[in-house]
Every structure is written in structure tokens, then in C-alpha cells.
């Protein structure tokens, strides 16, 4: 390992700009003569529009035009679309409802979108459509993802009963042989709590259109600017593809949220070449609360089988997954293939089978979310486990370990083939971390104190590097998931890489160039990393899923192999010897056996002065590019140990300690993915204690702002205790498996389990407020009154 | 936000009487529910009279057996205060138990007092401390002042000068967050004075501030704790929201004024 190379704890080369304020952000892009977009938001969950009459509006001061979704659709602009099918048990395509980016006919949640008006300000756009006059007929909605399939309201006129699809994976008849022979079932009601994302910088577009060359610019807080033009060119038609260029800066944060192709971009590019005017939309964050995608909200039943000695037999699941009132960008996907296949956890079950209804409510559209499935399987799985544990009288950690899968490569009965992994060294570490061996002595202190405390584990497995575009294609996936990189080496030997993938966060800049400065053996001041912008990049997927290192990062190393192989080229003609003896080793190019070499930056000036080869024999200068597709899923996995600690006269419960053991593989930059870990389990304890998504039975959004909605604080959280196992993944050159999502994944469980087992029963949802536990505390004073 | 006209007096003189000329006025002091509003459209005054840049509303005075705050000093100016923390320590305490450190020091005594947020703490602290509010009218007994939700005694264009707050033999708060907001979901300050015990509850009540007078009384008699047991306060009357219903308040109020008690007699 060299100072800067992989596995050294480099400092992150981004943060000087974001530190000292010169971050550049969406909303620091202001064009010459740009005007403000302000989009009128439906007041209701569920009505139909009888009129809108914007010409109040439009005599307004400073308006530069109002539009409605008639508009769109006399430009014959498209709706926003899903990409990925999915098809019902019965073979029939799922049922997508018209999507429009302005309402036409009907509004389907609060914050649906109305009309929009540009003015020469914000302030005047938003007092002119303050103006509009919309006719509403207010109809019944239906908010309760339960509820959603018997309510008498029909969202859209293409699903009759609000369904989607009835999805289902796995094998029924063997899962039911199973759950026959099982000596004992275990049983649970779980609800994944809706959660709004929270970025700390909101959405934001400006749309600029070029009436000379024809061309349109998009500037947009997206996690996957390629994908972004491609739906809007292809599918929305509001610019041809080689015409728009879409940047996404510097963004910052989108956990999933801003993966999503919205209408606020897309009326900004379109409105733009229609006012003659670049068009910028701002959220703001009451907007973002009614407007971002949602994630999780899931109500699940769910049963384990087990035999005699405590084996795992079968598993069966049932999820009712709301996906709000629209089919968000890869929203189908979530509650599926992202979800299902991870139900066999760490575990050798036989059988798995797993039911799923996507649902329609009059509520945000519902899609990825930091983990997006992967959470709500996880739970699934490690609430069931530890609860099957408890009613046999095992150990928790003794029973998950009994039923780990201890050879590789495993496929499960949900379609995933796990490469490999250890998860009892995993859990071995974490027990030693957590000193689990004197955990009931600290109970028994805890109680002399009048303090409930409780212990819980989450044996969390994920699939990231996302994914093999062959195997996704099947599974119904509009595009293939693999990702393009390009290694420009100049003249003076410096390098820029142009990446697909996205940093909104991640430290892409510093890990990436860590790559290039092992692979190259120069200094990472040397190295560039270029992303975000359709006219410097050439395609790219983007990130999300925990992709960036297995697939993102594979590109370039196999963009920087190719580099390599063609500087051995350039370096046979200088050295004169001949290509097979050129090995490149610590950054010199050398003759096999002698102590002739060349630098690679002396190679990288060969290569474009071109004076000692021959044009025709060889082409000159040093730039190579590749795409890379994943040939499986990464699998990290890790042990997660919550111990709390429950005030039961407030119901407060306080984190004590917290135990993360993760194998995310090869690891780049130990410093990087241990903030992404603190972060991950911040965002899943928030989960498990703290946010909750309340719609009233109106549909109005009742937890939407941050007076209501409760965000983890650093106050929430203990020092975290962070250790890792490393097996490295075989399926792409790093042996890299992710670590983007893994707290938010394990987490959830870990808390749910540690707070049900200071009550002694399981009657608890999340979000474990105060209120929710102490009312739970109560019932456990009452169930110990009666024993 | 609307548009509006913004004034800045120096003095409380000439902010009444702007007040009095100009249509549609509010007051901003620390601004921390106003501004917000504003920015939501929720609220548009035509004037905005800032009382930011008049000296007179500002410092901390102790007098004999009484603290003097001026009304636009910042919940931070009262929590560092050496003469608040020597005389009522548990009003330091207090302020520093307000919002973050971004509204502690932008937000003022006298805005809360006069907004009577219903989760707000000060009321809490005046009506146990036997608080006097003092205006540019008169003055005016935090018994008389608080009159439910949001509502004050204070006239059109009347503006807080001062609180001035007799200083107990022992006092306390105990407060419970509501974990969103940080504002109190229950509140109690309970204060001991030389002849009577005042205990008071904010957050809970479903009209703003309210004493207990069951638990003043058993607290005259014994002040600890104990003196506490038994003595439940009733759902009738509390609020109920997403955060905690009439019950959890109604038990918080016990479980915090229990707390309060033990704070406030373990002072010595």
C-alpha cells in the first residue's frame, strides 16, 4: 500500500471546496436572462380538475408565461415514465397509470403538479399563481397501504382495485412441503415506515434552450445525468439526445431520491426554448417534503419454518408495497427484484416464496430510498429470525449462526448465487466488540437503575455493484447497469478519468484517483476526475445501488489495463526491445532483465510526440476507454449488535452501544467507508426510532416539515464501534463489494430487536418513538403482572 | 414571503407610535416564528417593526430579591448570565434547554413571552417564578398575562420592556423534547418561593400554560418528590398530536414535575 494508493486512508480531495463554501451547486448556476419557474401544487390528495384558468395569472406583474398540462400536450411532450416491467403471476404487464409532468384531468396526492408559472422572480411567479383559478371536484382518497386494494377510490382508471401487479418469486408447493414438515412456525406483522429522503440540498433545475446551434442544457441535481437525457430524449421527448446536454454538478446528497427523472426538469428544459428564456426551478423544503420520491412503506406478513434442531426449513412472505400515486423511474423494481431475492438473508433456507402487490394510493410517488428493498427484506428476515430464536429458546446469535451458509458459491431459492463471505467471522468479531459475554450484567444494572435494557443483532446481507445488464434485462429492466470509463493520459503525464458514475457525496474523486495512483504509480494530485456532464462523458449509468467501486471503478481499471498495454507498445519503440519483454511495474515501463526503463510520464510524452514509432505502426497518444458489466451482484454482509437502553417512565430509548462489522471486500479508503457506515446506520436508526411519514386520511401530509418530521441528530447516536472482515468478491477485478447502503440496511432490525428485547415482547413498530415505547413498556409491566 | 415595509426604531417610544401610525404592523424580535411564517406566505404584515436597534430593551439588572431581563435579550445572553445562574439558576437553565444554538442566540425573552407558543418554555418559567411583564403600558402579573393559546394580555401595539422575576428559595425545569421540533411536549417548572410552591406545566395543555394546583398544594406541605405520588393530572385538557396524545402528556406531566422537584430540592 502506497501513501495514496488502495487502502490508505486518504484525505478527501473534494472537501477543500466544499469546506471552505466554493462548492458549486445547481442553484449557483444562474444564466444570462434566466427567469424563475414556480409550480401551482394540488391542494388535494384526489379531485378532478373542471377548469383551470390561468389568465388572472398572466396579467399578473412580471409573468413571462403560465403553463398547464395542456400545453405539454399540445407539444406532444410525453409522461414521465417507469423503467422497469414488471409482470404479474398471471403473465399480465403491470397496470401503469398515465403520468403526466402537469396534471391533466386529475390531481392524485397533495403536491401533484398543477401548472407552473414563470416570472421575472420567484416571488412574482409565486404571486401569480396565487392567482390561478382551479376548479376542483375534492374526490375520497385513499392514503393507507393496507387499505389500498378495498378502498372505494380509484386512482387510476387502468387499475381497478389500485394494483399494480401481484408479483411473487420463489417456489410455493416446496415452500408449503416445508412449512408441513416444520416442528415449529414463527409468525409476524411488520409495517416499513414511509420515510422522506432529505437531502441536505433540495432538488433543482435550470433549462436553458440555444436558438442558434438548437441545442438545450439541462443543469439538474441528478444522481445519473445520462440516464436522465436518455429518458428525457427518448421517452419524454422534449429534446433530441445528441441535442441536450445535462450536467449535474456538484450535488449534494440524494440518497436515491434524485435518481428520478421528475417533471420540475422537464418542464424547465421544455419551457425554456418556449419563453425563449433559461428557466430555473429551486425546491424549497416544505416542496421537497410533498414532492421527492418516498421510500419503503411496505405492510408485511411474513412466516419461518424450523425443524426440530433449529434449522431454518422455509420462509413465506407477503408485502402489500404502496407506490404512491405515480410509477416513479425505477419504482417497480424496489419493492421486487430489489427486495425478494434478499429474503434468504445469510441463511441455507430450501424453500423461499415471496408475494408482493404493488399498490396505488393518493400519496408522493414511492421509489429507491438508501438500500431501496434491501432494507425492507433485511428486516423481514432478522425480525423473523431473532423472533424464531426467542419462542425456541436459542441465542440469537447461536441460532443465525446454526443456519449461515458456509459454502460458496450458494444459490438461494430467490434467484441469487452469493459468491462468497464468511459471516461467522463477521459475527465472531462483533460478539468479541460488543462484549456480548457480560451483556446480562449490564442488564441486571440496568434494572437496579429502574432502566430496561436490551440487546439486538442484525445479520444484514445486501446485493450492490448493480448489475449484470443480461440478468436485469430478463428480470424486466428498461436499460443494462453496466458502466463506461475513459482514461485520458496527457502529454505531461497527468491523467483525467472521466467516469458514468456520480459523486453526490460518495468521495469519488478521492477513491477514484487512488485507483488511477496504484495502477499508475503516480501521485493522486496527478489525476482528475471528471463526471456529471454529458458533453465531457460519453455514457454513463450512474450511481445508486452501491455500484461506483464493483462496477464503476472495474471500468476504469480495465480502462487503465488498456492504458497500460498500449504504453508497453509506446515503450517497446523507445527502448527499442520488443513489446513482449516490456513490463510495467511501480510506474516505469522497463526491458525484462535490464535496468532500461522509462517513467510513465516520459512514456505518456512518447506517446503524443509519436517521434520514435511510426503512425502506421502504432496509433499516437495515450487514451483508452471500456465499459465494464458486472458478471454477478456483490454481496456484502456483516453483523450489526444495537444495545439499548429504555427510560420506561418517558419511553426514551438511548443507543448504548453500537457494534458494526461489515466485509464490503477489497476496501480503497478505509477513512471513506467508515463515514459511509456512520452515515448508513444514522439514516436506518432514524428509521428504527425518529422518522415516520404521517398522511392524514385526507392525504394531507402531516409530517411536512422538520418541525414534524424528525430527523436523526448526532445526539440520537452513540460512538459507533466499526470493524471489518474482508473477503474480496470474485466477480470484478477489485474484489470490491460496496458499502454505500450497509448501515441503513442493518440497522433497522438491530434497533427493533434490541428494544423488543428489553420489553420481552415484540409488540413495537417503527418508528419507536417515545410515546410508542412507552405505551409498549406499559404492556410489558402488564404482561410481567400477569406471568 | 409578501412584500412589506420595514422599519428599525431606536427607541420603544417611537416604535409605539409607528405602530400606532402605520396599518397592519407586527413586532419582530427574535423573529423565530414570525420569519418562518412569513417565508410560508402563511403570514404578510404590511409593516415589520423591528425592535432590534433599541438599547433599552436589553440587559439583565439584579435588584434585592428580584432579576430584571430586558425583552430582547437572547435566550443565550439569559443561560450565560452570572447574575440569572447565581439568583435562578434554573432560568439559565432553561434558556439553555431552548431550540439549538442558532435560536438561542437569535431568539428573545420577550418574543416568546409575547408569542405564547403553547410549547414555548418561558411561560412556564414566568407563571412559577410569579413573574411581572412590563410594557411600555404597564405592568402586568404572569397570572393576568397568559390567557390560552397563542393570546396575551397585551393591547394592539403594546410592547414588552422587561420581565422582572422574584427570585425563589428553589426552582426548577424539567423538560420533555418533542423530538422533532425540540420544542417542550411537556414542560414543568416548579419554584418554591418563602410562602407558597408554584408549579407550572407548558407543552401539555391544550390552551397554552397552566398551574397545578394539587401538586402546589402537597408540595407546600412537603417539598419532595414523594409529596408527588398519587397525584395524577387528567387527560382532560391536554393536547394530542402525532408526537403524544392526551395520556403520554398527562403521565409526562407527573413523570417531569417528579423531576423537577428532585432537580429543584437537590440545589440545597
Redo the contacts between chains.
Keep these: 500500500m502506497t501513501a495514496s494508493g488502495i487502502g490508505a486512508p486518504v484525505r478527501r480531495k473534494e472537501d477543500q471546496r466544499f469546506v471552505t463554501g466554493q462548492g458549486r451547486y445547481v442553484d449557483d448556476f444562474n444564466r444570462p436572462g434566466q427567469a424563475y419557474a414556480y409550480f401551482l401544487r394540488s391542494p388535494h390528495a384526489h379531485a378532478a380538475i373542471r377548469s383551470i384558468d390561468t389568465s388572472p395569472a398572466m396579467i399578473m406583474p412580471g409573468v413571462v408565461a403560465v403553463f398547464t398540462g395542456d400545453d405539454l400536450a399540445a407539444d406532444k411532450i410525453g409522461g414521465l415514465i417507469c423503467g422497469w416491467m414488471i409482470h404479474s403471476k398471471d403473465g399480465s404487464p403491470m397496470k401503469a397509470g398515465p403520468h403526466p409532468a402537469l396534471a391533466q384531468g386529475k390531481v392524485r396526492y397533495v403536491g401533484d403538479h398543477v401548472a407552473v408559472v414563470i416570472a421575472e422572480t420567484l416571488?412574482q411567479a409565486?404571486?401569480a399563481a396565487e392567482a390561478i383559478l382551479v376548479d376542483y371536484d375534492v374526490l375520497p382518497a385513499v392514503v393507507d397501504t393496507a387499505q389500498a386494494t378495498k378502498a372505494p377510490v380509484q386512482v387510476h382508471d387502468v387499475s381497478p382495485d389500485n394494483t399494480v401487479f401481484n408479483w411473487h418469486l420463489g417456489n410455493k408447493e416446496e415452500t408449503q412441503a416445508a412449512f408441513a414438515r416444520a416442528k415449529h412456525v414463527t409468525k409476524i406483522d411488520l409495517i416499513n415506515n414511509r420515510l422522506v429522503p432529505n437531502p441536505i440540498e433540495p432538488r433543482a433545475a435550470v433549462g436553458e434552450y440555444d436558438f442558434g446551434t438548437d441545442n438545450y442544457t439541462l443543469y439538474t441535481t441528478s444522481q445519473n445525468p445520462h440516464v436522465a437525457r436518455l429518458v428525457l430524449s427518448a421517452f419524454i421527448g422534449v429534446a433530441p439526445e445528441h441535442k441536450l446536454r445535462v450536467i449535474a454538478p456538484d450535488v449534494g446528497g440524494g440518497f436515491g431520491s434524485k435518481i428520478f427523472i421528475y417533471a420540475e426538469e422537464t418542464v424547465c428544459v421544455w419551457a425554456a426554448k418556449k419563453v425563449r428564456r433559461p428557466v430555473k426551478w429551486t425546491s424549497d423544503r416544505?416542496e421537497a417534503f410533498l414532492s421527492d420520491a418516498h421510500g419503503r412503506d411496505h405492510v408485511t406478513h411474513a412466516e419461518m419454518a424450523t425443524d426440530e434442531n433449529g434449522r431454518i426449513l422455509g420462509l413465506r412472505v407477503h408485502t402489500t408495497a404502496n407506490l404512491g400515486a405515480y410509477l416513479s423511474t425505477f419504482s417497480s423494481s424496489v419493492p421486487t427484484y430489489l427486495y425478494a431475492p434478499l429474503l434468504s438473508g445469510q441463511y441455507d433456507i430450501p424453500a423461499i416464496y415471496c408475494e408482493v402487490d404493488g399498490v396505488y394510493t393518493n400519496t408522493a410517488p414511492v421509489d429507491a430510498y438508501r438500500g431501496a428493498g434491501r432494507p425492507e427484506a433485511t428486516f423481514v428476515v432478522e425480525r423473523l429470525v431473532e423472533k424464531a430464536a426467542r419462542e425456541l429458546g436459542k441465542d440469537p446469535a447461536e441460532f443465525r449462526r446454526a443456519n449461515y451458509i458456509t459454502q460458496f458459491p450458494h444459490t438461494t431459492p430467490v434467484i441469487m448465487t452469493y459468491d462468497t463471505g464468511d459471516y461467522a467471522a463477521s459475527l465472531d468479531k462483533a460478539l468479541e466488540v460488543a462484549d456480548y459475554r457480560n451483556f446480562q450484567q449490564r442488564k441486571q444494572e440496568s434494572a437496579r437503575n429502574g432502566k430496561l435494557r436490551g440487546i439486538g443483532f442484525s445479520s444484514y446481507i445486501e446485493a450492490c455493484g448493480i448489475a449484470p445488464s443480461q440478468a436485469v434485462g430478463s428480470l424486466g429492466a428498461g436499460v443494462g447497469l453496466w458502466e463506461s470509463a475513459e482514461v485520458r493520459v496527457n502529454p505531461t503525464g497527468s491523467v483525467e478519468v472521466l467516469t458514468g458514475s456520480h459523486s453526490h457525496g460518495q468521495g469519488h474523486e478521492t477513491t477514484f484517483a487512488q485507483l488511477v495512483s496504484d495502477r499508475l504509480g503516480i501521485s493522486i494530485d496527478q489525476v482528475s476526475i471528471v463526471h456529471g456532464d454529458t458533453d465531457k462523458v460519453q455514457f454513463g449509468m450512474g450511481t445508486y445501488g452501491s455500484r461506483s467501486g464493483a462496477v464503476g471503478m472495474s471500468a476504469i481499471a480495465k480502462a487503465i489495463d488498456k492504458v497500460i498495454a498500449k504504453g508497453k507498445k509506446v515503450a517497446a519503440h523507445v527502448l527499442e526491445a520488443s513489446e513482449g519483454d516490456i513490463e510495467f511495474k511501480d510506474g516505469r515501463f522497463g526491458v525484462a532483465g535490464t535496468d532500461r526503463s522509462l517513467a510513465f510520464g516520459e512514456v505518456a510524452l512518447q506517446a503524443y510526440i509519436a517521434h520514435k514509432f511510426s503512425g502506421q505502426d502504432l496509433e499516437p497518444g495515450l487514451k483508452e476507454g471500456a465499459f465494464y458489466d458486472p458478471t454477478n451482484f456483490t454481496f456484502p454482509a456483516g453483523v450489526h449488535i444495537c444495545e439499548v437502553e429504555i427510560d420506561p417512565?418517558?419511553?426514551v430509548t438511548k443507543i448504548e452501544r453500537w457494534t458494526a462489522v461489515d466485509d464490503f471486500g477489497v476496501i480503497i479508503n478505509p477513512m471513506i467507508v467508515e463515514g459511509q457506515v456512520h452515515g448508513g446506520i444514522a439514516q436506518g436508526v432514524g428509521q428504527a426510532l425518529?422518522e415516520?411519514t404521517?398522511y392524514d386520511q385526507s392525504g394531507q401530509l402531516?409530517?411536512a416539515s422538520?418541525?414534524?418530521?424528525?430527523?436523526p441528530r448526532a445526539i440520537d447516536l452513540p460512538s459507533f464501534q466499526v470493524g471489518m472482515t474482508v473477503t474480496p468478491c470474485p466477480s470484478n477485478p477489485l474484489g470490491i463489494k460496496g458499502c454505500g447502503e450497509a448501515g441503513a440496511i442493518a440497522a433497522p432490525p438491530a434497533v427493533i430487536n434490541a428494544i423488543t428485547d428489553a420489553l420481552g415482547h415484540e409488540d413495537i413498530a417503527m418508528p419507536a418513538?417515545?410515546?410508542a415505547v412507552?405505551?409498549a413498556a406499559q404492556k410489558a409491566r402488564t404482561l410481567l403482572a400477569a406471568e | 414571503?409578501?412584500?412589506f415595509e420595514y422599519h428599525r426604531p431606536t427607541s420603544v417610544k417611537e416604535a409605539g407610535s409607528l405602530a400606532g401610525q402605520a396599518e397592519d404592523t407586527k413586532f419582530l424580535a427574535g423573529g423565530h416564528t414570525l420569519l418562518p411564517t412569513m417565508k410560508?406566505?402563511l403570514a404578510g404584515p404590511a409593516n415589520l417593526i423591528d425592535l432590534g436597534q433599541i438599547a433599552e430593551l436589553r440587559g439583565i439588572e439584579r435588584t434585592g430579591d428580584t432579576i430584571t431581563i430586558g425583552a430582547m435579550m437572547k435566550h443565550a445572553e439569559v443561560a450565560n448570565s452570572a447574575d440569572v445562574k447565581e439568583a435562578i439558576p434554573a432560568l439559565a437553565e432553561m434558556a439553555e434547554l431552548i431550540g439549538d444554538p442558532h435560536v438561542r442566540n437569535r431568539g428573545t425573552i420577550g418574543g416568546s413571552v409575547a408569542n405564547n407558543d403553547p410549547s414555548a418554555d418561558y411561560p412556564a418559567a414566568c407563571l412559577a417564578l410569579n413573574a411581572t411583564i412590563v410594557t411600555n403600558q404597564r405592568k402586568i402579573a404572569a397570572d393576568d398575562f397568559f390567557q390560552g393559546i397563542f393570546t396575551t394580555a397585551l393591547e394592539e401595539g403594546e410592547i414588552i420592556t422587561q420581565i422582572s422575576f422574584p427570585i425563589p428559595s428553589r426552582a426548577a425545569y424539567a423538560k420533555?423534547r418533542n423530538?422533532?421540533?425540540r420544542y417542550a411536549l411537556v414542560g414543568v417548572f416548579v419554584a418554591k418561593h418563602a410562602d407558597v410552591v408554584r408549579v407550572t406545566v407548558t407543552g401539555a395543555g391544550s390552551n397554552g400554560v397552566f398551574r397545578v394546583p394539587e401538586m402546589e398544594q402537597a408540595l407546600s406541605g412537603n417539598f419532595a418528590a414523594e409529596a408527588l405520588d398519587g397525584i395524577a393530572v387528567g387527560e382532560d385538557g391536554m393536547n394530542s398530536d402525532?408526537?403524544?396524545?392526551a395520556a403520554?402528556r398527562a403521565?409526562?406531566v407527573g413523570?417531569m414535575a417528579r423531576r423537577a422537584v428532585q432537580a429543584a430540592a437537590a440545589r440545597g
Excluded: E
Design positions: 416571488a409565486k404571486d416544505s417512565d418517558t419511553g425518529l415516520g404521517v402531516i409530517t422538520f418541525n414534524d418530521y424528525c430527523m418513538t417515545p410515546q412507552w405505551r | 414571503m409578501y412584500a410560508l406566505r420533555f423530538p422533532a421540533s402525532i408526537h403524544a396524545d403520554y403521565h409526562l413523570v
